[in-house]
């Protein structure tokens, strides 16, 4: 499977214009090392949006859902380093959600995805999952263009902590699902048909969002 581990944190933000390029350097050369060097944590991912907003996304592959509530973490988030402090007020529109691995089918990482968030009915959700598990994913790792795809639910609260206090309220999500390729096109292609609006709110979805992204930057954890 392409996604390491059985559970993944989602997070998708904006940042102030002005405060980009230290961002991602922040980003690269602190945040992301010492995400990495928490137990559990095994990937992770920024994604830049190439179709849609919001312009970032970034994803941490773990090895179980109790990662993203250790103590660990927990201790790392409410201590934030002071470059991490003076960050987190240019973030803007954080979604953040802790997340089972439904599903996964491909093993392929390429530089192009397709993130489709979307709240799932509310009487019977059973079979939407069903059609994604069953028919619309298990093909596209086959396609052209394509490598792997992925169906995320959220499945554990993120805690309120000190970093999440500095930028203000974070919203979540329900479920996603993820799609990779090497072809961006390859991957629009895909928001247009299998995982077009049109088809999950035909099967009752809700609050339904697709943005196409390129691949940034990947670091993975050196055990």
């Not at 509310?122 to 093909?139: D, F, Q, Y």
Request: net charge neutral; charged share 20%; proline share 6%.
């Amino acid at each position: 499977m392409a996604l390491m581990g059985t559970a993944a944190a989602i997070l998708t933000f904006d940042v102030a214009a002005d405060a980009i390029d230290e961002h991602d350097h922040w980003h690269t050369h602190e945040h992301l090392p010492e995400r990495l060097a928490i137990p559990g944590f095994l990937r992770g991912t920024r994604w830049v949006a190439v179709e849609g907003n919001p312009r970032y996304f970034v994803l941490y592959e773990v090895e179980a859902l109790a990662t993203l509530t250790s103590a660990a973490y927990l201790a790392r988030l409410d201590r934030p380093t002071p470059w991490t402090t003076k960050m987190m007020p240019h973030y803007r529109g954080m979604t953040r959600a802790f997340c089972a691995v439904t599903a996964s089918f491909g093993a392929g990482i390429g530089h192009a995805a397709a993130l489709i968030r979307f709240k799932p009915p509310k009487e019977n959700a059973r079979p939407l999952r069903e059609s994604l598990i069953g028919t619309v994913l298990p093909p596209v790792p086959a396609r052209r263009g394509l490598g792997s795809a992925h169906l995320l639910e959220a499945a554990a609260t993120p805690p309120s902590t000190n970093e999440q206090r500095i930028r203000g309220v974070d919203a979540t999500l329900d479920c996603a699902v993820l799609a990779i390729g090497y072809s961006a096109a390859h991957v629009s292609d895909l928001i247009r048909n299998e995982l077009s609006e049109e088809r999950f709110r035909q099967q009752g979805a809700d609050e339904y969002a697709a943005v196409v992204y390129r691949l940034d930057y990947s670091l993975t954890h050196r055990g």
